[in-house]
């Protein structure tokens, strides 16, 4: 029994001192400024043995320069953007002062010209949703989103959206939401979803993930909701599984599809 007894108590202080150890660490990478590493889990969920979203995890190694893309996608998006960025950015050799410079331009541009192609296809009328994150040397990240799938950062605790709205044309191009409010016969102002968002920002040391998912988790699900249920679990795969398993549980009807980008 004193044996038992003792294996516990040494269970216990083994358990607490990994907990401490973790706690240090997050403590001195934000001493640094810095993340010493990055994870990142996804998951999908089928319906009828027909998975109705898709997750994109691509690692790119361009001038010494380590680029992650993370995508959640529906099919009426399809791999459209993933190609733009692929033949207009990751496929030019830039140094990465250059990617960091035509990143944002570049992701907006993916977006409406994939937006582009779905008004000229014979799908038009339906309306497709996409989230898109690229990490540049896990210093800075380019997030767009579009049509229902949002992506959400994780600042010690807390849910914060990130993005902001492109309302206005330039020349030569429409913004997303416009070409799909004509796709549908419209002339009104697009509902909120309908428009695309689009950062850049830096790694932060207080950032402990991103989530990008569809619509079909944020249609049962708060922001916070979100980050609280996933925030202790450090495996970035379980944490993807834990946020697609608590959607369906809530009897989500619409895609079940989510990325999950922690830092270390």
């Known amino acids: 029994m004193a044996l038992k007894v003792l294996l516990r108590k040494f269970k216990a202080l083994r358990l607490r001192r990994f907990a401490t150890k973790a706690i240090k660490d997050k403590k001195e990478a934000k001493k640094r400024g810095t993340w010493v590493g990055m994870s990142h889990g996804f998951h999908t969920v089928e319906r009828d043995g027909n998975p109705k979203g898709s997750v994109l995890a691509q690692r790119e190694q361009i001038e010494g320069s380590e680029m992650w893309l993370f995508e959640a996608f529906d099919q009426q998006m ?62 800075q990240f380019v997030a767009a989103a579009f049509g229902g799938y949002k992506a959400v950062v994780c600042k010690d605790g807390m849910a914060v959206q990130i993005g902001r709205k492109y309302q206005r044309a330039i020349r030569g191009q429409w913004p997303l939401s416009g070409i799909l409010c004509v796709a549908n016969g419209g002339d009104h102002k697009p509902p909120k979803d309908l428009r695309l968002v689009v950062t850049a920002q830096n790694v932060e040391p207080d950032m402990d993930f991103i989530i990008l998912a569809s619509n079909g988790v944020w249609e049962v699900m708060r922001y916070q909701e979100a980050v609280d249920l996933i925030g202790h679990i450090e495996n970035a795969q379980r944490a993807a599984e834990c946020l697609a398993e608590e959607a369906l549980s809530r009897m989500s009807k619409s895609t079940i599809s989510c990325i999950v980008i922690r830092f270390h």
């Open 78 to 139: 399809g791999c459209g953007i993933t190609k733009y960025l692929q033949s207009h950015l990751f496929d030019k050799k830039l140094n990465e002062y250059q990617i960091g410079r035509k990143a944002k331009e570049t992701m907006r541009k993916a977006y409406i010209s994939t937006g582009a192609k779905i008004h000229k296809g014979e799908k038009a009328n339906e309306i497709g949703g996409s989230t898109t994150v690229l990490v540049m040397n896990r210093k």
